[in-house]
């Protein structure tokens, strides 16, 4: 019996007995994840590779377009950091001037 003829073999019993991986595994030697990876290729269940996920590459970005993206990723959280800052400053300088607590404390409903 040749290799692809064991694959068939023990997938159609897999399909038609219910027995488990690992069971067909000790029966037949065979490593149980090498069993499971061959029913899910029979089925078409089986996922992409990540060497496969690594050749696709996303349409829209080149490597040149990359540097450009992460300069202005950076240019907005510069800005995001600063309008974290003035806010801050007002919500201290309203609670100074106000006399209350204006932030909401931690652990109420």
Do not use: C
């Not at 000790?26 to 090498?34: A, E, S």
Request: net charge positive; glycine share 6%; no cysteine.
């Amino acid at each position: 019996m040749n290799k692809l003829e064991l694959k068939e073999s023990i997938i159609a019993e897999y399909l038609s007995t219910g027995l488990s991986f690992r069971k067909l595994g000790v029966k037949h030697g065979i490593n149980f994840r090498n069993i499971h990876r061959w029913v899910m290729q029979y089925q078409g269940r089986m996922k992409k590779t990540t060497t496969q996920k690594r050749s696709q590459s996303q349409p829209g970005l080149s490597k040149e377009d990359l540097p450009t993206d992460v300069k202005e990723l950076q240019a907005e959280l510069r800005k995001a950091r600063l309008l974290n800052e003035v806010l801050t400053e007002t919500i201290k300088i309203a609670e100074e001037e106000l006399g209350l607590p204006i932030r909401k404390k931690s652990g109420t409903k």
